[in-house]
């Protein structure tokens, strides 16, 4: 079994940042990818951004060019610079990690989930 355990999310105004955390039992390398998602009252969970074993990057349009996905090899965390918040990106944000299985699917696990919520 995987353990996914976020930090870094909470209240903030318009326009100011947060960096989220998640820090895995297992190597990041041993993983296909590693990403955050996230999901608002009312709507499906959604991806942000993710990060594969190789190091390419993915973002969602909506947070293009404000949010960061990056991670630290050697402390198997991954983390998500926020910039330039706005009212919207207010959700649970979610941490995954997608592990490659024999018959070539992939397997899903997920961190409990991390408040964020921008609001003046």
């Known amino acids: 079994q995987v353990q996914l355990v976020e930090s870094g999310g909470g209240l903030v105004q318009p326009g100011g940042s947060l960096r989220l955390s998640c820090a895995a039992s297992r190597r990041f390398l041993s993983f296909y990818a590693m990403g955050w998602y996230r999901q608002a009252p009312g709507k499906e969970r959604e991806l942000v951004a993710d990060i594969l074993r190789g190091g390419s990057t993915n973002y969602a349009d909506s947070v293009k060019g404000r949010f960061t996905i990056s991670r630290d090899n050697a402390k198997n965390t991954v983390y998500l610079q926020m910039n330039s918040l706005k009212p919207e990106d207010t959700a649970v944000y979610y941490c995954?990690?997608?592990?490659?299985?024999?018959?070539?699917?992939?397997?899903?696990?997920w961190g409990q989930g991390t408040q964020v919520t921008v609001s003046s």
């Open positions: 995954n990690a997608r592990q490659e299985v024999p018959s070539g699917y992939f397997r899903d696990f």
